[in-house]
């Protein structure tokens, strides 16, 4: 599965093509006609999302209790669709590891998109990476002994990137509070680089703050824009 068919069903409303439903029960399996179009990635894309709502319906009885309508099962799958798209969650694989995640859950309710997206990143601990917890506090025991290290020393070369790009003096110094969402958010992406045959040396992009800061404008400068937009709207320059 590619990006590109994951992301056609995301115009499905606007293409009027809803997958058929059951009376009985709200949804079932896709009713394409094979023969035709079989490679449209449109329909493909499709095949894709009612198979996994499928498999989550199994996972989860309690699911009419989310979805009551055919319109709300349509709805959901075309924002499940633009939501793993955005969150890159394009192969079969990721979603494999998600169904796997969904059939251990205790729950019998639906689980919402951003849980699902979690259940398709995988466990470190799966592939002989340390989880993120126990990866953060070797970092922090390292940070202080850095210049000393071999790469032995590291359980994986991923901690080290992690900590690199989350800042040595930062893990040293700030509290954990404030350093443990950056370093998970650093190590989450050095996983899944390490997991993909990715370059783990390339920079990892900073995150965007979640509530900018505002800096001050000097009065005299702001009086002046204000005075420009006048003479402007007067029709001088």
């Known amino acids: 599965m590619t990006a590109r068919r994951i ?3 995301i115009s499905l409303d606007n293409q009027d093509r809803s997958v ?3 009376q ?3 949804i079932s399996p896709p009713h394409y006609v094979e023969r035709q179009n079989e490679d449209n990635p449109l329909q493909t894309a499709a095949k894709i999302i009612n198979k996994l709502f499928l498999e989550l319906q199994a996972c989860f009885p309690a699911w009419r209790q989310t979805f009551t309508s055919r319109a709300e099962i349509d709805a959901a799958k075309r924002s499940w669709a633009r939501g793993l798209f955005e969150a890159k ?3 079969q694989k990721q979603l494999d590891w998600g169904l796997a995640k969904a059939r251990q859950s205790e729950s019998p309710f639906w689980p919402s998109l951003g849980q699902f997206i979690k259940w398709c990143q995988p466990d470190p601990s799966d592939y002989g990476l340390p989880d993120t917890r126990k990866a953060y506090l ?6 202080h002994c850095i210049s000393d290290m071999t790469n032995e020393e590291w359980s994986h070369p991923a901690v080290y990137v992690a900590l690199k790009n989350t800042g040595v003096f930062d893990i040293r110094n700030r509290p954990e509070v404030e350093t443990w969402p950056i370093f998970e958010r650093n190590y989450e992406i050095a996983v899944r680089r390490a997991l993909a045959g990715e370059d ?3 920079e990892i992009p900073k995150a965007l703050p979640e509530h900018p800061t505002s800096r001050p404008v000097d009065l005299e400068v702001a009086k002046q824009h204000i005075e420009r937009l006048k ?5 001088g320059k």
């Open 24 to 26: 009985s029960g709200i």
């Open 138 to 143: 070797e970092a922090c025991r390292n940070a």
């Open 89 to 91: 969650i394009t192969t």
């Open 7 to 9: 992301a056609e069903i």
């Open 20 to 22: 058929n439903l059951r």
């Open 200 to 202: 783990l040396n390339s």
């Open 231 to 235: 003479r402007m709207l007067k029709g």
